[in-house]
């Protein structure tokens, strides 16, 4: 059976390229703060950053970014309050879901949820801290993946404080 989607060309071992999508939709540029992060922690990272208008768009133009080699993607969400927008972040999700099955490759994605804080402040935090976070993460995936297994099973979360591990006690 003939795949259906391109091969992907090599690139040097030493080099590997981030796809960040982001939307005109969001209230905080969070794709920046993930780029910042990115040169703060390597230099062996190329970014290939892409902007398009919302949720339903990201798909598509992460697909873009996979054919055209990348080695990971951020993919960068603003949800509001309404269900419609929760019903397209959800399609959108499901749709970044088979690209990382089809394509082998991480898609992380950095979506904020307007209604996960109360106030302006606090959402503005969480975008922030949830790109750097998530940009972290990024830069260990493609550089030393094997760190990742020590923080299993802690709780950690993007954005927002840590929950810790279970205890069973």
């Not at 290939?48 to 970014?65: C, F």
């Not at 509001?80 to 089809?102: N, P, Y």
């Not at 976070?133 to 099973?153: D, I, K, S, Y």
């Amino acid at each position: 059976m003939t795949s259906l989607l391109p091969p992907v060309k090599p690139r040097p071992r030493d080099r590997y390229r981030i796809g960040i999508v982001d939307t005109t939709f969001a209230r905080v540029d969070m794709a920046q703060v993930a780029i910042e992060e990115i040169r703060r922690l390597s230099a062996r990272a190329e970014i290939v950053r892409r902007t398009v208008p919302g949720v339903k768009d990201t798909p598509a133009e992460a697909r873009r970014l996979l054919d055209e080699g990348c080695d990971i993607l951020m993919v960068f969400g603003w949800v509001s309050r309404s269900q419609i927008d929760k019903t397209c972040a959800h399609e959108a999700c499901q749709a970044l879901m088979l690209l990382r099955v089809f394509y082998g490759r991480h898609i992380v994605e950095v979506f904020v949820h307007e209604d996960e804080a109360e106030d302006e402040k606090a959402l503005y935090q969480i975008a922030i801290n949830r790109a750097r976070e998530h940009a972290q993460n990024v830069v260990l995936l493609m550089e030393r993946p094997h760190e990742l297994t020590r923080f299993a099973g802690k709780g950690l979360r993007q954005g927002v404080p840590d929950v810790g591990p279970l205890r069973g006690e």
